[in-house]
């Protein structure tokens, strides 16, 4: 760039003399004096912006000369008995943005020149939609090798493939869910839970040491903190945060207005009961037990301010009879427990922010049985308490039936829950303690694009529903979520997310609406009702139970429109992805339809034999008319289903 003539050459001095006025000279030299100023300024400003555009494009040079490249390592994906998983995936996510070692099945060359990393699941990418060859059956060819991807025709035909898919990427990897002979388990659970890192797992021993040694009987080291609270959606009082609006009608227990706390503090544990109204869930019996003494405080049925739709009596115990006689009302209720609840008492139960929110109560003290327990697959999931109190109590609960439950026996095991938790330390109870979520290791690991005193990748997760709820989000593992009702809003929110964050993690469920693949709630294992697989409920449940027919086919004309559709999106994204960011896309799994409906059919069976509580029928058995048969010959069709609904493919591949 030509550096600009100075100001002062453009004030030729004039041959004749000129009358001035002092103010009129001093404002000149001011002026003057001003502009060599900016001269100057100017001047260094331009040096500066110079070597600045000159290190970037030097910069830019190097890492142009030496662009990161994904390569499969065929030897050593043959030497594996199984296709590379979805805990690969994982890992190879986080030697990209933490501080996974490589692995072994694809080599990053020079991974330390990417600059971010999307990665998108999208259920329903099979080698079908794809047009693909199928996968080898031969016993001499290996099913877990690389697939070559052809060129798309043109013009692409219906189920012609994604275009953008075979011009982008060069192959796609064969690749399992997780899951066992019998069941496909969540590829998001998976995915975003990762082994922790050795230095991690020291910290987190000399931690537990440290509390058994002091011998800890004290509640209180189990409080929820505050973000616990708020992760797990609790109402928290205005005084502790400022997340939680309360409506009308709720009420908050009142700050302590000294620090001085009675030893020991109250505990009360607490247990409701709810029904369905015409303006949603409303409260109609609430238990509360006194943790020291195990006595009964308070036990209430509570009349619905508006007309009961449904009494949920499977569930809540709660019949018309009981309440017909009723006229305590939820106000009265929250009157009595503001006698008996002080700013230091803390309540106990199990996923306890349902019953506050029954009561309309915040409180800032409180402890979760379904989070100082784990689930034996490990976070998001929270266990069910007559699991937790048959695995770790050896007792039955919440077997009366359609009778529903009493909310004083779920009072009492959420009491002799945490007493064994004291009991046995703080390790009791707790499964996979050497897990804890990506977005955790990630943030923890230094970011080598942040400079020395950088912190970690800074990470975002747009989809479907309430991603921070289910992520594995936590104040240990920040990050930005987007909630999105469809796969526009996905695509927006991704695009919105690229400049701010280096890890993007997003799903797409368009294909699998499309292809009419669900996922229907687990809970046959008795560990709860939660449905890692689709927590938002993108998909419509459907009954699956039949099995004489198979799914039926998708219609042509709906699974083009998503074929294009998707084809849109990933080259819309591709196109406004920085350079030198890596793309990751798999589908997690195949369809999952015929194995829903087997394992559904196998679950009712096993639920009809155990309340018979006779095993006089058995695999095949005859029994009585109404019993549902479950033959080996369907325990074969399930595994082989099961193999089918794990297979999925990958792509990589690295933007230049």
Not at 571 to 580: F, G, M, Q, S, Y
Request: hydrophobic fraction near 35%; charge should be neutral.
């Amino acid at each position: 760039m030509k550096r600009p003539s100075s100001a002062a050459s453009t004030h030729q001095p004039s041959s004749k003399k000129q009358k001035t006025s002092p103010l009129a000279l001093e404002t000149e030299i001011t002026t003057h004096q001003e502009e060599q100023n900016d001269t100057v300024v100017d001047a260094q400003w331009q040096k500066v912006e110079r070597r600045k555009a000159k290190k970037a494009r030097k910069t830019d040079a190097k890492l142009d000369a030496n662009p990161p490249r994904f390569l499969y390592s065929n030897s050593e994906i043959i030497k594996r008995r199984d296709a590379v998983g979805t805990n690969d995936i994982r890992d190879l996510v986080l030697h990209v943005m933490a501080d996974a070692p490589p692995p072994g099945w694809i080599r990053v060359q020079n991974p330390q020149n990417i600059q971010k990393l999307v990665v998108l699941l999208i259920p329903g990418l099979t080698s079908t939609v794809l047009s693909l060859p199928p996968l080898p059956t031969s016993a001499t060819e290996n099913p877990n090798l690389p697939i070559a991807i052809p060129l798309p025709p043109d013009p692409v035909t219906m189920y012609g493939g994604i275009p953008f898919i075979a011009r982008t990427f060069s192959h796609a990897c064969p690749t399992r869910a997780p899951g066992d002979a019998n069941r496909m388990h969540s590829v998001l659970n998976t995915f975003f839970q990762a082994p922790v890192s050795g230095e991690e797992k020291k910290r987190r021993l000399q931690e537990r040491i440290a509390a058994e040694r002091a011998g800890k009987k004290d509640p209180a080291q189990y409080l929820l903190t505050v973000e616990q609270m708020i992760d797990n959606e609790y109402p928290v009082p205005s005084y502790i945060a400022d997340v939680f609006k309360k409506p009308d009608g709720w009420i908050e227990t009142p700050q302590a207005t000294t620090s001085a706390e009675p030893d020991p503090r109250t505990v009360y544990a607490i247990d409701c009961e709810m029904c369905l109204t015409q303006d949603g869930k409303a409260l109609t019996r609430v238990c509360v037990i006194d943790y020291a003494t195990a006595k009964v405080v308070y036990d209430q049925l509570v009349k619905p301010p508006s007309p009961i739709t449904d009494y949920l009596t499977r569930f809540s115990g709660i019949t018309p009879a009981a309440l017909e006689p009723i006229t305590t009302t939820l106000s009265e209720v929250q009157a009595y427990l503001r006698t008996i609840i002080t700013p230091s008492t803390i309540l106990l139960g199990h996923s306890l922010e349902s019953d506050l929110r029954a009561l309309q109560l915040a409180h800032p003290h409180c402890i979760d049985t379904a989070l100082i327990f784990h689930h034996p697959r490990g976070r998001p999931l929270k266990p069910g308490l007559a699991w937790l109190t048959r695995r770790w109590l050896n007792r039955t609960i919440q077997d009366r039936g359609p009778g529903g439950h009493d909310p004083e026996e779920d009072a009492r095991a959420c009491i002799d829950l945490l007493k064994a938790k004291i009991k046995n330390g703080p390790g009791y109870g707790e499964f996979r303690t050497d897990h804890e979520p990506i977005l955790a290791r990630i943030a923890r690991s230094h970011w080598r694009h942040h400079g020395p005193n950088g912190g970690g990748a800074r990470t975002a997760i747009v989809d479907h529903g309430n991603p921070g709820a289910w992520h594995g989000m936590s104040a240990t593992a920040p990050a930005t979520t987007v909630g999105c009702t469809s796969d526009a809003e996905v695509l927006d929110g991704v695009l919105n997310m690229l400049d701010a964050h280096e890890f993007v993690f997003a799903r797409l469920m368009g294909l699998s609406d499309a292809l009419g693949w669900v996922t229907p709630k687990a809970g046959a294992d008795g560990l709860g009702t939660e449905n890692a697989e689709n927590p938002s409920g993108a998909a419509e449940k459907v009954d699956q139970s039949d099995t004489s027919h198979p799914p039926a086919t998708p219609d042509n004309n709906v699974l083009f429109s998503a074929v294009t559709n998707l084809n849109a999106q990933l080259t819309a994204l591709h196109a406004a992805l920085p350079a030198r960011t890596a793309f990751i896309l798999f589908s997690g799994h195949s369809d999952p339809r015929a194995m829903s409906a087997l394992a559904a059919r196998r679950a009712e069976y096993q639920a009809s034999q155990h309340q018979s509580g006779s095993s006089a029928v058995g695999m095949g058995g005859s029994g009585n008319a109404n019993t549902v048969r479950w033959s080996t010959a369907d325990e074969r069709a399930l595994e082989e289903a099961v193999v089918r609904a794990r297979m999925g493919l990958l792509f990589v591949g690295v933007k230049t």
